[in-house]
């Protein structure tokens, strides 16, 4: 069992993000901000996968102002994402948004920081600090490491902040490299009490990326670091949101829909497991409900090496056994071993 930090809570619109609340699931529309109708398709699709806040780039003052029209076709929170420009921030709080995230490494110097805090504390809305290793501040001390630069960076954006008696936090700390990453936030995680954003930035196409991701990602959430996680793929964002979900589900912190198990087959299978794992895995696809199905190979280690299955099959020649929970219910004809195992889904 996993021990979470137990980091301060922030409300990103209806949603709780630290305390006691779950790891929650964030992604980042690619749409051209300016065109309305794209961004809210694609942030409704996010959505119905499970994407529970969405980031959005605002890159300049007409995309500021469009997020009103967004936030209005938007069911989950939005958080304006600012560079450079400190206007964009106060304008995307005009706006209505539920966050903004503001890089210390180019939103200027600390007045402009100072006015973007306190058109948040005017509409109680909080401020995401997110630093990239990427584009760390000027004044980084090219003496230290990386991780350093990166912590250094969101210390004394925090201090700025909490100065300004503003404690509604969040902070990011990102790189493409998953010891830095892991490194900078530990390090945060034990200096500060806000709740941490997770990502590997740029993590690459979605083989890959994912990978990466899961690793980096999969070692801080063990430790019980980590509030919030975007996995950050190249392509649609809608493809990040299964992996956020996978990663999280391995790790036993969240439950959603199906899991699907099933053995790489070895000499004692009788079928294809893989095409029969994949038309089952089709079939789940369209589900809701949390069950966990396995699809085995054969039937002498089969249920038993999937106990912890709600159902599954065991297949073998010419024919398969349906188990539940590791024991035998049924055994039937391999042309109707996917329909039988549906069934038996259908009934958990
Ligand atoms: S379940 Fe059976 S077929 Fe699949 S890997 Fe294990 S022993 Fe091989």
Redesign the pocket.
Known sequence: MIERRLARSIQVGGVTVGGTAPVIVQSMTNTDTRNTSATVDQIARLASLGCEIVRIAVPDMQAAQTLAEIKKGSSIPIIADIHFDYRLALAAMESGVDQVRINPGNIGDDDRVRAVVNAAKDRNIPIRIGVNAGSLPKDADAGKSQSEQMVDAVLKEVRLLEAAGFEDIEISCKSFDVPTTVEANRKISQVVQYPLHLGITEAGLPSSGSVRTAVGLGILLYEGIGDSLRVSLSGDPAVEIPVAYDILKSLNLRQRGPTLVS????G??DVD?AALALAVNDRLSKMTKVVTVAV???E???PG?ARHADVGVACGKGRGAIFCKGEIVRTVQEKDLLEALMEEVQKV
């Not at 053995?263 to 070895?266: F, M």
Request: glycine letters at 14%; hydrophobic letters at 30%; a neutral charge.
């Open positions: 053995c790489p087959s070895c004692r299978a497991v085995m190979g054969c002498v280690n089969g090496e």
